[in-house]
């Protein structure tokens, strides 16, 4: 069975630039969260979506990012502009509550985001 | 507010030898509680985990860990460490569940001296 699926594993841009992060979850997951790890850190939660909706964004910086999973499978993560403070490594989730793993978060290897 | 504490920032082990990783949380009530494992550019991978009964838990690659409410602790035990150990250890706590967004520990980076 494969993993969370993450790309790019690794972004240079500079400052005041877009970016965006993309996340394909465990099949059959409906729960997905983005986290943010910023070097020498435990990741921190940014969003978390059950399905399509966002149930817990009040993490999110949401003047400069925004995230979405249209269908309820892949999700996007987007910065903009970034900001020198951004450069991290950013980490998808996935978890299937109520399947024999309950509760169980998986992670994928992340985005290393380097802002110049 | 929910928080995690790790104390050692870095421990140093022999091969061979014995590890305890420690982990405290500041809750109200008993959270659920994990240990993950992350490996230089690898993703966190699931040591273990409690949610209720037996306060000793086992997980895979022969760790254990024991939560003792008393002491609001949860630390991870190895009885013999291997130099494929070496890594990033984060203890993490989830109030309502697993499926809630999770509450990490700053880690403790884990060096296997030969």
């Known amino acids: 069975e494969a993993g969370v699926v993450q790309s790019p594993r690794y972004k240079i841009i500079e400052k005041k630039q877009p970016v965006a992060f993309w996340c394909n979850p465990i099949s059959g997951h409906n729960t997905l969260y983005w986290y943010l790890q910023n070097l020498g850190q435990g990741p921190e939660l940014l969003i978390r979506?059950?399905?399509?909706?966002?149930?817990?964004d009040s993490q999110l910086p949401k003047d400069r990012f925004s995230a979405e999973r249209l269908k309820g499978v892949d999700s996007t993560l987007k910065i903009q502009p970034a900001e020198l403070g951004d450069s991290a490594v950013y980490l998808c989730a996935s978890s299937s509550p109520g399947a024999g793993d309950t509760d169980t978060q998986y992670f994928g290897p992340g985005t290393r985001l380097t802002v110049l | 507010a929910q928080s995690v504490t790790q104390p050692d920032i870095h421990i140093t082990v022999s091969e061979g030898a014995s590890l305890e990783l420690r982990c405290n949380y500041s809750y109200g009530a008993t959270p659920y509680l994990f240990w993950y494992v992350q490996s230089p550019g690898q993703g966190l991978q699931l040591l273990l985990k409690y949610f209720s009964g037996d306060t000793l838990v086992q997980g895979i690659k022969g760790f254990e860990a024991e939560f003792k409410r008393s002491q609001s602790s949860f630390n991870l035990r190895k009885p013999s460490v291997h130099w494929s150990d070496a890594a990033e250890y984060f203890c993490a706590v989830a109030l309502g569940g697993g499926a809630d967004g999770l509450t990490f520990g700053k880690g403790t980076h884990l060096i296997i001296q030969p």
């Open positions: 979506y059950e399905n399509e909706e966002a149930v817990d």
